[in-house]
């Protein structure tokens, strides 16, 4: 049988949430619902594929996993919420702009500020240039494959050689649901390339959504 398309996908995805053929879709929908463009992105594991869809006034996701079945149709066989992980790169420094960060990198920033540029809302400046770099994938992934893409990503040997006074971190705003916290995981591949960056990893931890119902 072919493979449906992502707008197959997709549509088989909120199909189960309209119409729920599982009770764990049935119980997180009875106090959540679709924002009003509801698909992220479609994501593709093997045989798996997951639908990835927003919500209404929340930061995580909700996530619908179709499969093969048996008959041979496609359809949904678990669902399950995703918390959203901002995760980036950052580079401060007093004397090194961004754009020769970026030439020692060889890598496009995802966002730069200069010393002395005025912030948002035009009342202050950076007190330092900014360099930050975002991992190439959908935005709605999940906090371990950003963070695995983001550690491919970036050359590690370059990001040592830059000047004493650039400041690395990795960077994590991680919103989560409060009903079914889960936390979040990083395999001995990725502790290892940390280490090998010689980077610090900061994590801030924002927690929301209403209550299920029993």
């Known amino acids: 049988m072919i493979t449906p398309d992502d707008e197959q996908l997709a549509a088989i995805a909120l199909a189960e949430v309209n119409t729920p053929t599982l009770a764990i879709t049935e119980q997180f929908f009875a106090v959540h619902c679709l ?22 006034g929340e930061s995580y996701y909700w996530v619908v996993r179709i499969e093969q079945e048996k008959d041979g149709r496609f359809g ?3 669902g399950f919420y995703s918390a959203h ?42 007190g330092e240039h900014r360099w930050c770099f975002q991992p190439s994938v959908p935005d709605c992934l999940d906090f371990e494959t950003k ?12 990001v040592q050689s830059l000047p004493e006074d650039c400041s690395v971190s990795i960077n994590v705003a991680y919103y989560e649901y409060q ?3 889960g936390g979040w ?22 927690v929301g959504g209403p209550d299920l119902p029993e």
């Open 185 to 206: 995981h990083l395999d001995a591949g990725i502790i290892q390339q940390l280490a090998e960056l010689g980077v610090d990893l900061d994590v801030d931890l924002y």
């Open 35 to 56: 924002a009003d463009e509801p698909i992220a992105c479609v994501w593709h594991e093997r045989d798996c594929h997951w639908v990835y869809l927003r919500l209404d």
């Open 85 to 126: 992980a901002n995760v980036y790169a950052a580079i401060r420094s007093q004397s090194v702009p961004a754009v020769e960060i970026s030439e020692a990198l060889s890598l496009v920033p995802t966002d730069e500020n200069e010393k002395g540029a005025l912030m948002p809302g035009g009342r202050r400046s950076y």
């Open 76 to 78: 949904p066989t678990w």
């Open 179 to 181: 009903a079914v916290p």
């Open 147 to 158: 963070i695995r893409h983001l550690l491919e990503e970036l050359p590690a040997d370059k």
